[in-house]
């Protein structure tokens, strides 16, 4: 230390710590870059930068660990240096690079540069690098959030933000559980938890005894080793972690994700700080959760019909874009003389039957089938994977289904459908495949009504 050209003259009274050390135990990397851009000193970083130790990197060209597309833009800061007689360079501060680790992967890392002159012995920068993957707070999963990033990135970054350091060890790992299905997780968010304790978390997601599946939300929960399940508490034994935080977080009353932390030491109550990230995150991850949520209803809403909760023709169509037309068969249903219950019955009558004419249609599909109501009184259901004798069996439930006497409050007794069918090919497209069933449908009205017709 004592040696680089920063070295200090004297020291006015005795230090605690030798720089050098104190120095080590930094998260960031602090280097120093002459104006040729080559590392002078390097200290930090635990001991350990992208795979680097920070003194193999003196001697070492810094442009060298500068991701290629951008050398260019960081060989610029030299040159402007060494054009202007007091050496400032125009850049904001922190900057963004993407550097070369050891191991040839690419690493996000924030950078900040001071100028530094020494008289004529020495010039160039004192630069600090904090790697992106080195964040222990809940700013980039915020920013993630603010900038629109997708609800998994805003979660993974909430999971990696889970984090905590000792000189010697890592205190603090965690992940982020999210899209419940019968009440069980089915998503885990993370990747400083290390693959065994992800086998144990997974194998608690799909059941009920799982420790946070009992939390009430959005309290911070923690449970010693003999409170867990024997795998999940092996596993965490194992990496010598001695306790598991759970935050479990519920969107508009329903369970919808879980912080899960594993730490050490053991201290009960949870230390304050340990306590204020889970709480950050946790609100994090709710507004990302419930503005996710709230996207879905809006597109949903877009793409079903507000009458009958079926999808309406804009649903209809998109899906019917990314159809195999090979797989699909098409029924297109219209109700028979349906202009005459809104003439006798009023047009509230006749959207309550419209409404029992949807539901009978979903109660005689499948779960991966589509019904839609294409306009008025027209409906379509969509079939995958049937042959033209099953499409018509099909035709003949909807048929006998919708006949059947409607209630009370429809006003009319029955009603009445007349159905066409059409079945895909490997070389129709599947608005071919919707005009031939329309077809279809004119000829059962033509022939009577109240009937299945077949396009052949």
């Known amino acids: 230390m004592h040696d680089s050209p920063l070295a200090a003259s004297a020291d006015i009274r005795p230090r605690a710590l030798a720089a050098e050390r104190v120095l080590h135990h ?5 280097a120093v870059i002459d104006k040729t851009g080559v590392f002078v000193d390097a200290w930090g970083a635990h001991g350990a930068f992208l795979g680097y130790r920070p003194e193999g990197l003196i001697g070492r060209q810094s442009l060298d660990l500068v991701v290629p597309r951008e050398q260019e833009m960081v060989a610029s800061i030299f040159q402007q240096a060494a054009e202007r007689q007091d050496f400032s360079v125009d850049m ?3 900057f963004q690079l993407t550097l070369v680790a050891a191991s040839g992967a ?7 540069a001071v100028a530094v002159r020494d008289g004529s012995a020495f010039e160039g920068w004192v630069v600090s690098f904090v790697p992106h993957s080195t964040r222990s707070t809940p700013t980039g999963a915020l920013e993630a959030l603010l900038r629109g990033g997708a609800v998994d990135e805003v979660l993974e970054r909430c999971a990696d933000a889970l984090v905590g ?3 010697d060890s890592r205190h603090l790992v965690g992940c982020v559980l999210s899209q419940p299905v019968h009440g069980r997780f089915t998503r885990l968010h993370g990747s400083t938890v290390s693959s065994a304790l992800r086998d144990a978390v997974h194998q608690q997601m799909h059941l009920s005894s799982a420790p946070w599946a009992e939390v009430e939300s959005r309290t911070v929960a923690l449970f010693g080793l003999d409170e867990l399940p024997m795998a999940l508490a092996d596993a965490a034994r194992a990496e010598k972690f001695e306790a598991l935080v759970a935050v479990p977080i519920d969107v508009d009353g329903t369970r919808a994700a879980a912080l899960v932390g594993f730490i050490a030491p053991h201290r009960r109550p949870l230390p304050g700080f340990v306590r204020q990230l889970f709480d950050h995150l946790a609100d994090i991850t709710a507004l990302a959760l419930s503005h996710q949520w709230s996207n879905d209803d809006l597109r949903r809403a877009a793409r079903s019909d507000g009458l009958t ?10 899906q019917m874009m990314t159809c195999d037309p090979a797989l699909i068969t098409v029924l297109y249903i219209d109700l028979d003389e349906f202009k005459a219950i809104n003439d006798v019955h009023g047009h509230e009558c006749g959207d309550r039957v419209l409404v029992e004419v949807a539901r009978r249609l979903v109660s005689v599909s499948g779960p991966t089938d589509l019904v839609a109501r294409l306009g008025g009184d027209e409906f379509a259901l969509v079939h995958f994977g049937v042959d033209i004798e099953a499409a018509r069996e099909i035709g003949e439930q909807v048929v006998v289904a919708v006949g059947q006497p409607l209630p009370d409050d429809c006003g009319a007794d029955k009603v009445t459908v007349s159905v066409g069918v059409a079945v895909g090919s490997e070389h129709a497209r599947p608005r071919e495949v919707l005009s031939a069933a329309d077809r279809a449908l004119l000829g059962a009205k033509r022939s009577g009504r109240n009937r299945v017709q077949v396009s052949l």
């Open 106 to 112: 690419t690493a996000l890392v924030d950078v900040s």
């Open 92 to 94: 904001p501060v922190p």
């Open 165 to 167: 350091d000792r000189t």
């Open 309 to 318: 909760g079926v999808a309406n023709r804009t649903g209809f169509d998109e």
């Open 26 to 30: 930094l998260r960031p990397l602090v």
